[in-house]
């Protein structure tokens, strides 16, 4: 399970999206996942597929924590034990379980963690373990792009003046052909932090690459906040599902929401038919593509891919024999 995508937490959401028993369904690295809240109001996530006959138990119901197929009506726990089985009172239930997976709310997020056994808890940037006082607004965009390519484009400045040159690269088209654009990776026990400088004057705007799978954007007006972050989730190897979330201490009015929503939205898909265009559509290794200075960043971040996910795997759960006569 979760082929090149195993072992790591990555952000699905805003935890106050998942309600109580409301069912939240998506797909992460190749596997159908749902999300609902236990009897005691914490975030669980089950694989999406009953083990009876396989169906997706997002087309079910939650009660009081407990999630019903919509086949034969068996029930699961957040846990993923069975807690009933229709018509079948002496069924083996411990026998009968769903594949339980660690979910968490942190920072305000909700998280998934793409195994069984996390050594360690999700980790937010500080700007959002510290909410007070700001708006937060998320959306979802989906490109038809291996998440690694979406990842590259996050991490990447010198695009800007190009595919952006009518809306952010406006102010960096100016330096084009003219200055020196120095960009860094400062490798940071979160990921890394990316700077760039043109002729050696530094510019607005420096970003995170928190791994595995997240761009933090730092846009803060003198005396405000406003910030940016980009989940680029893994749904299979041929999609990505951009999770944006804005930030900012100004300009907190809800119904202001739809500008900056409309913003992210045109400036994603300035994006989207290039990057989607790439070949092959998965980062190979760096020697196989021409690169050059300024490609810092995205070389740091094809290390980190080859070196700590490609490759990674989980073990699909042994099903034990059927419970029957």
Not at 125 to 143: D, K, R
């Amino acid at each position: 399970m979760f082929k090149d995508f195993a072992n790591v937490w990555t952000i699905v959401g805003l935890a106050r999206d998942l309600k109580r028993d409301t069912l939240l369904a998506m797909r992460v690295a190749g596997e159908r996942v749902v999300f609902f809240r236990d009897a005691g109001g914490q975030a669980c996530a089950l694989i999406d597929r009953c083990p009876h006959r396989g169906v997706a138990l997002s087309l079910g119901r939650v009660e009081k924590g407990v999630i019903e197929c919509p086949f034969h009506g068996w029930r699961f726990d957040g846990a993923g034990r069975n807690c009933h089985v229709p018509w079948n009172p002496d069924a083996k239930r411990e026998n009968l379980s769903a594949v339980a997976l660690p979910a968490r709310e942190s920072g305000g997020l909700l998280w998934l963690y793409t195994g069984v056994d996390p050594i360690e808890e999700p980790s937010p940037s500080q700007t959002f373990m510290e909410p007070q006082g700001v708006s937060l607004c998320a959306q979802s965009v989906v490109w038809k792009a291996h998440w690694t390519r979406v990842m590259e484009n996050m991490l990447d400045s010198p695009h800007l003046p190009f595919v952006h040159r009518s809306t952010i690269g406006r102010d960096l088209s100016k330096h084009v052909g003219a200055g020196r654009l120095e960009m860094t990776f400062e490798p940071e026990p979160y990921g890394g932090r990316i700077c760039a400088s043109v002729d050696g004057a530094p510019r607005a705007g420096n970003m995170d690459y928190r791994f595995p799978n997240v761009m933090e954007l730092f846009i803060d007006p003198p005396g405000k906040t406003f910030r940016l972050m980009v989940a680029c989730i893994p749904e299979d190897e041929q999609t990505t599902r951009l999770w944006l979330l804005t930030m900012r201490s100004f300009a907190r009015a809800p119904l202001l929401d739809f500008a900056f929503r409309w913003m992210n939205r045109r400036i994603a898909r300035e994006d989207q038919a290039i990057v989607e265009s790439s070949l092959p559509a998965e980062v190979p290794p760096p020697a196989e593509e021409a690169s050059v200075r300024t490609d810092a960043p995205t070389l740091a971040f094809r290390k980190i891919y080859r070196d700590r996910l490609l490759g990674s795997s989980v073990s699909a759960p042994r099903r034990h024999e059927a419970d029957a006569p």
